[in-house]
């Protein structure tokens, strides 16, 4: 197989150009979420951002949407980011804010991820959350360096889902980032309260 490695400035990962046939999805997709993102790319006429899949196995790891959506509308290439799932430490949970925490709820191994991409036994939509070592980073990759041909039929890796579902998933979502952005800031608040202290100390010893 041939890829070519994207000229990418100021990030910490390689992206390559991948055949969109050569990867597997590990889980199915939203019906409405796919909608809003082939209309959002078709819109922009480029990718904002890579995928990211296993180097060894080329299961899709984080960009199942992004890889969907550029199936459907014909292209031939996508821009992948590849990492050794095993080797790499990368970690899965169930909700974004399984990034800073875990538990019961979030128990769920890469292994399992991979093994349900190369069965082609699919999860749910958005059953999975991968965190990795590397920060997300937008590439801006025109469409036609992607090879415009027909589109495909992507409708076996589709979830059947009614459109109060699907916009319920939505809802869900952006729960998800609200319980990661609350997180955040009371964490936020206890780091600067714990800066302000340890200045408070030095101070007095300087002062003694």
């Known amino acids: 197989m041939t890829s070519t490695v994207l000229n990418v400035?100021?990030?910490?990962?390689?992206?390559?150009?991948?055949?969109v046939d050569h990867l597997k999805p590990h889980e199915k997709g939203s019906p409405v979420y796919l909608e809003l993102l082939r209309k959002e790319i078709f819109r922009d006429g480029m990718l904002k951002y890579p995928i990211v899949a296993?180097?060894?196995?080329?299961?899709?790891?984080?960009?199942m949407h992004r890889w969907l959506a550029l199936k459907s509308l014909g292209y031939e290439?996508?821009?992948?980011?590849?990492?050794?799932?095993?080797?790499?430490?990368v970690r899965v949970g169930r909700r974004r804010i399984h990034r800073y925490t875990s538990g019961i709820?979030?128990?769920?191994?890469?292994?399992?991820?991979?093994?349900?991409?190369?069965?082609?036994?699919?999860?749910?939509?958005?059953?999975?959350?991968?965190?990795?070592?590397?920060?997300?980073f937008q590439i801006n990759?025109?469409?036609?360096?992607?090879?415009?041909?027909?589109?495909?039929?992507?409708?076996?890796y589709i979830a059947k889902l009614t459109l109060k579902e699907s916009r319920a998933a939505l809802e869900q979502w952006?729960?998800?980032?609200?319980?990661?952005?609350?997180?955040?800031?009371?964490r936020t608040e206890e780091v600067e309260r714990e800066k302000k202290e340890f200045l408070n100390r030095v101070?007095?010893?300087s002062n003694t």
Do not use: C, W, Y
């Not at 296993?54 to 960009?63: R, W």
């Not at 609200?178 to 997180?183: G, I």
């Open 54 to 63: 296993d180097k060894k196995t080329h299961v899709i790891l984080d960009g």
């Open 105 to 136: 709820d979030n128990e769920i191994t890469v292994e399992q991820v991979i093994l349900a991409g190369i069965s082609g036994r699919l999860m749910e939509p958005r059953s999975t959350r991968h965190f990795f070592r590397f920060s997300k």
């Open 174 to 186: 952006l729960d998800e980032i609200s319980e990661e952005l609350d997180f955040l800031s009371k």
């Open 203 to 205: 101070k007095s010893l």
């Open 9 to 19: 400035t100021n990030v910490d990962a390689k992206v390559t150009l991948l055949r």
């Open 77 to 89: 290439l996508i821009p992948v980011i590849l990492t050794d799932a095993l080797k790499d430490t």
């Open 141 to 156: 990759v025109p469409l036609h360096l992607l090879k415009k041909n027909e589109a495909q039929d992507v409708s076996k």
